[in-house]
């Protein structure tokens, strides 16, 4: 009704993230002020995106930058600018990003670190085809004003005090949550702002499509096969764009699953437990979902490795738990 819209129409990020202030732990204002870091690291990032069909041309208008950035792959342009907006924003001691081999240190004197895919879905990129940011915040382990150790960010996605996604779809959103529900805000870009536009989201507990890349059937295992062939005789819908966050952001709203299983060329599956999976899993739990490697929770899995790689059964409940339970009738 007009009421509700007017209550929620108007609404932006930053004012919401003051709102919420309350329910962060310690409520020191840094974790608010890191969110508000990463919106506009996203609002830079979506400025690069939306011109990325000209970068090819852009050095013929002169607008190569001194470090000759414009030259350079969109997602390594968005790692850099992604990590120097976190760097300004002085709230992270460390960043663990899929685009760097090792951690990045930033202030010493931070309580957070956060791991990110500043750009995902990279063979979309080209392509003209949605894609996406991840990004996950912990709290360090070991007393701040010290050097940040593989402890701190080595964590396991339960320690999340944060995470969201920015997808760059037909409109731009960034999706995120606390630990207290989900919500997501839409990027108005005459304004510069995002605004509240899905309040409280949920995640409807069945659904009828499945995101899988079907290519690689043959090295599926029997349990994947047999879902699969399920989803067919449900007369379900196929779904596969190929960008972790636009597939699940779709399967949020309508309902439905995103597997990424362990395959021949990918034996622990193609996709990050540190930057891709942790994060997502977060939400869809926090939305009422489920997220596993097909048997344990995603976010108990402890890390070894910053770039540790576990197959991924996302969305839904009742449809992870589905594809479940082929793998226990192998059993
Ligand atoms: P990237 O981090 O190199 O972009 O890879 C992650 C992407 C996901 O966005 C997507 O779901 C998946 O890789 C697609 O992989 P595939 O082409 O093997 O189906
Ligand atoms: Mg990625």
């Known amino acids: 009704d007009k009421q509700s819209l007017g209550s929620t129409i108007g609404t932006t990020l930053d004012r919401f993230i ?3 202030q309350g329910e962060f732990p310690f ?3 840094e974790l608010s002020q890191l969110l508000r870091d990463i919106a506009l690291a996203g609002k830079i990032i979506n400025r690069e995106v939306n011109k990325s069909g000209l970068l090819d041309i852009a050095g013929a208008y002169g607008a190569t930058n001194v470090q000759g950035e414009e030259q350079q792959k969109l997602d390594v342009i968005a790692d850099i600018r992604f990590t ?3 760097k300004n924003g ?3 001691c460390a960043i663990i990003s899929e685009e760097e081999d090792d951690l990045i240190r930033l202030n010493n004197n931070s309580r957070y670190v956060v791991a990110m895919d500043p750009l995902d879905g990279s063979s979309n990129i080209d392509v ?3 894609i996406g940011t991840i990004f996950s915040i912990y709290r360090r382990v070991t007393p701040i004003g010290t050097p940040v150790q593989m402890e701190d960010v080595l964590q396991k996605g339960d320690n999340q005090v944060a995470a969201g996604y920015i997808l760059y779809g037909s409109s731009t959103m960034l999706v995120y949550t ?3 529900g989900v919500n ?3 990027f108005e870009p005459t304004l510069g702002e995002f605004l509240l536009s899905h309040q409280n989201m949920k995640c409807p507990k069945d659904g009828s499509i499945y995101s899988i890349n079907e290519g690689s059937y043959q090295s599926f295992e029997p349990s994947v096969k047999d879902y699969l062939q399920y989803c067919k005789s449900e007369n379900y819908s196929a779904r596969y764009i190929g ?4 597939d699940f952001h779709r399967n949020l709203l309508k309902g439905g699953i995103y597997i990424y299983p362990s395959t021949e060329k990918a034996p622990n599956g193609k996709l990050r437990l540190m930057y891709e999976c942790n994060c997502l899993a977060f939400i869809i739990e926090q939305a009422g979902g489920m997220a596993t490697d097909g048997q344990r929770r995603v976010m108990e899995i402890e890390p070894t490795e910053l770039h540790q790689r576990v197959p991924l059964f996302i969305g839904s409940p009742d449809m992870v738990n589905k594809a479940h339970a082929f793998r226990g009738e192998e059993a």
Not at 243 to 246: F, K
């Open 178 to 180: 606390t630990g207290h």
């Open 90 to 92: 002085g709230e992270v």
């Open 18 to 20: 003051n709102d919420k």
């Open 128 to 130: 003209n085809v949605s």
């Open 243 to 246: 960008s972790l966050v636009a």
């Open 84 to 86: 120097r907006a976190l």
């Open 27 to 29: 409520a020191t204002g």
């Open 184 to 186: 997501g805000f839409t």
